[in-house]
Structure formats: structure tokens, C-alpha cells
């Protein structure tokens, strides 16, 4: 069997989530972090087919939890991006990089606080040290994301709390100079206001 062979054999065992398969190429020697025409490997590939078993297989026989496609995926920003705690339960041992940009510049809480994913942000704040603050390509933190990107509702508002409980700075302004405050009040989000002045803007 050729290099490129046992390459595609390995990519379409994570695709099906066969670890049998995957144990007989990784026996054959296939690198572990070869990848298809999207720049996918095959722990990508297992994450986003929630293939488990896969992941941790993988992981085991050192697979990179770092390496990104061309959409700037890898397991780890997967796991924040599709609220797959799961995912993040199983990758967060393995010592991700946290500073990997999505590809709007955001690292992995900044997605998994504009979309609602309350779990995810909770296992983040909690067991990480994930740079609460970061600002992505177009000037928001994790925490104007929550505020502007989402409805404001119960979930939102938990994740304001607790972004603000973990170091979330409520001055920092959107690149038009607008603060957290001021955008909660422009969007008629009276509770998250009332988070906001609390934490002291």
C-alpha cells in the first residue's frame, strides 16, 4: 500500500469512526497528522463527526490537538464553536493551545459566548486560563460578543456573569468606542445593564 493510500485508509477510518481501522494504519506506520485537501487530520476530522472513541484514541498516539484546517478548525476551537463539551472535556487534558485564532480572530471562548454556549464557557473559565479579554479581528471581547451578537435572554446573561466574574474587563469598547453598558442600553438589555454596573462599569 502507498503512503498516499494508507493516508486516505486512515482519514476515512476517523470519518467513520472505526478505531479498529485507525489502530491498523497507525500499526503501518501513517502520520498521525497527515492531512486531506481541506487540511484536515484526523483527530479533525473524528471531532467533528463527534467520534469520541476516535478522538481519544488519537490523542493517546499523539496526534496534534493543535494543527488547524483551512477554516482554522482543530478540536479544540471545534468543541467551542459547536457546544461540544464532550469534545472539550476530552482535549482540555491533552494541554491545547488557547491563543489558536479562530478564523475571525477570536480564540475559543470568544464563539462559545456569542453563540450561548453557557457549558462551554463554564468549563472554560473554570479549568482554563483562557484570555477572557481578547479582542478579535473586528474589536470585540468575549464579552461584547455575548452582548451584541446574541437576544439577551437567561443563558446570555449568565455568561455576562460569569465573564465578568472571571476577569472580564466591563470598560473595554468596541473599536467605535462604544462600551459593554452602552450596547446592553442601545439593545433594551436592562438585566445585562444591571450585571454591567455591578462589576463596576
Known amino acids: ?25 497507525l500499526d503501518k506506520g501513517v502520520d498521525i497528522n497527515a492531512t486531506n485537501r481541506q487540511k484536515r487530520t484526523a483527530i479533525i476530522i473524528a471531532s467533528l463527526n463527534k467520534h469520541y472513541p476516535c478522538v481519544e484514541l488519537l490523542i493517546a498516539a499523539g496526534a496534534s490537538v493543535d494543527q488547524q484546517d483551512q477554516t482554522c478548525f482543530n478540536p479544540f476551537l471545534i468543541s467551542c464553536l459547536t457546544n461540544d463539551l464532550t469534545l472539550l472535556r476530552l482535549v482540555l487534558p491533552a494541554n491545547p493551545d488557547l491563543d489558536r485564532l479562530t478564523r475571525f480572530g477570536g480564540v475559543g471562548i470568544t464563539p462559545a459566548s456569542e453563540k450561548g454556549h453557557l457549558e462551554v464557557v463554564q468549563e472554560l473559565l473554570t479549568h482554563t486560563d483562557i484570555n477572557v479579554n481578547h479582542t478579535n479581528f473586528v474589536g470585540w471581547t468575549p464579552l461584547l460578543e455575548a452582548i451584541v451578537l446574541n437576544d439577551g435572554g437567561a443563558r446570555q446573561q449568565e455568561i455576562v456573569k460569569l465573564l465578568l466574574d472571571h476577569g472580564a474587563n466591563p470598560h473595554m469598547t468596541d473599536k467605535y468606542g462604544k462600551s459593554p453598558l452602552a450596547l446592553a442600553r442601545e439593545k433594551g438589555f436592562n438585566e445585562i445593564a444591571d450585571l454591567l454596573i455591578a462589576a463596576g462599569a
Request: charged residues 20%; proline residues 0%; contains cysteine.
Open 1 to 25: 500500500m502507498s503512503t498516499n493510500e494508507l493516508v486516505t485508509e486512515f482519514l476515512f477510518a476517523a470519518e467513520q469512526g472505526n478505531t479498529d481501522a485507525l489502530k491498523a494504519c
